[in-house]
């Protein structure tokens, strides 16, 4: 039962991005935050320092994958934390693209 | 008061006979065909004009993430008044790759008749949704002159890193597994003396990071 759950989960789509100017938006389309980075930094080259997060080392930061975030949790991370970083790639399961 | 005098120098005829898809800039009186779109539909102002205030904006003195940002202007219009400003430039040729593309679906709800566009595989259409374009891609960058420069600030070191806003060559900026190939439009770049080297990994997409 219980893992029918987390696949229902990892199927939902729970995000939107635009790729053009990097904004991201609830499912719902409610704005979330515009990803901005200042520094060119790269995901593989970063340290892991959580099950989920990885170690920025240009600015010390902590990095949050979004592919295994609920909407809620996201949402959650955001109001406590506005300038949170965030990592989403195109391609994760829980993203999907506008235009 | 320079863009004023500038506009003097350019200045275009008004033509009084609007058609659908023209516009009449506020600033030279031009009016313009916008039918492929180059103006954005609540601009007033031609792209030459735009382009030309360009020249004369100061925020573009102002650092972005620490680095110098560099002006891009487009147009014969604005790189002749670039030149009679005596500006240092860097001129290329700007025809967009046909390598670039977007893919998308419009759809229309049964009921309340709004439309939407999506642009992804991912994304399911109940009944209540009716296709109004099938899947298509088109290509998202057009630029409305094949005339493009930089204008290379005169103090500007080789080997210095800048931030160019609006890129001129063509890069891709990253691959979406469902076949969208997006183009570079912002980077930094190291001024060689001669040209600019573009470093596609300071913006490229892929993993959003920020």
Known sequence: ??????????ITFLMKINPSNKELYTDSGAFLKRLHC???????DMSENGSNTRMCSGCEKTIHDTEHLSDAELKHLLANDPQACLKINLNQDNVKIIH | MLFKKLLNIFRTKTNSHIIKGEITCTECGL?????????????NECPDCQYIKILTDKSFDEMSDNLRVIKTIRGERAIQAAKDMGLKLLELKAEVSDEFKVKYKKLQHRKTGEIITIGDFREGNGSEWKTLVNWTS?????FFSPYAAYVI???LKKGECVLINDVITNHVSGR??????????????????EDFYIDVSSYAIGDFIG
Do not use: C, H
């Open chain 2, 138 to 142: 088109r290509n998202p960058s057009k």
């Open chain 1, 38 to 44: 200042p520094i060119s930094v790269m995901w593989k």
């Open chain 2, 176 to 193: 979406w597994n469902q076949g969208d190939v997006y183009r570079l439009s912002k980077s930094e770049a190291i001024w060689t003396g």
């Open chain 1, 1 to 10: 039962m219980f893992g029918e759950i987390v696949i229902f989960e990892r």
């Open chain 2, 153 to 155: 600030p005169k103090d």
């Open chain 2, 31 to 43: 009016v313009y065909d916008n039918t492929l779109g180059f103006f954005k539909k609540e601009a």
